[in-house]
Nanobody, 125 residues
Framework: QVQLVESGGGPVQAGGSLRLSCAASGYTNRNYWMGWFRQAPGKEREGVAAIYAGDLRTRFADSVKDRFTISRDNAKNTVYLQMNSLKNEDTGMYYC??????????????????WGQGTQVTVSS
C-alpha cells in the first residue's frame, strides 16, 4: 500500500518562498512519478510539477516553471517542492500524488493513483 504524507505548507508573504515535502512509503522500486497538484477554492485541481524516481526527469506547469523546482531524496523516499517568488494565485491546497510507470504524458490528476491528504499554502500581499 502506497502512502504519501505532505508537510511544509503555511502562510507566506507574496514574493516569499516555501518548501513542501512529501514522504512516500510502499514502493519497492523507482518506476514511478511523484507529483504536486494544487486546488484553489472553486477551481479544478491542477498539476504543478512531477519527478520520476528512476532518472529524475521532471515536468512543470508553465505557470510555475521559472519559480518552482522539484527534487527528491531517494534515500528518504521524499520529494520536495521549492516554491520561490510566490504569488497570491499560488494559494491553494497542495497535494502530493504518485503514478506508477516510466512515462507521464501530462500533469493530469487522472494519471495519478495515490494521493496525500494535502497541505494548505496561503500567499498574501
Amino acid at each position: 500500500q502506497v502512502q504519501l504524507v505532505e508537510s511544509g505548507g503555511g502562510p507566506v508573504q507574496a514574493g516569499g518562498s516555501l518548501r513542501l515535502s512529501c514522504a512516500a512509503s510502499g514502493y519497492t522500486n523507482r518506476n514511478y512519478w511523484m507529483g504536486w497538484f494544487r486546488q484553489a477554492p472553486g477551481k479544478e485541481r491542477e498539476g504543478v510539477a512531477a519527478i520520476y524516481a528512476g532518472d529524475l526527469r521532471t515536468r512543470f506547469a508553465d505557470s510555475v516553471k521559472d519559480r518552482f523546482t522539484i527534487s527528491r531524496d531517494n534515500a528518504k523516499n521524499t520529494v520536495y517542492l521549492q516554491m520561490n517568488s510566490l504569488k497570491n494565485e499560488d494559494t491553494g491546497m497542495y497535494y502530493c500524488a504518485a503514478a506508477s510507470g516510466w512515462s507521464l504524458s501530462s500533469l493530469l490528476a487522472a494519471q495519478f493513483r495515490y494521493w496525500g491528504q494535502g497541505t494548505q499554502v496561503t500567499v498574501s500581499s
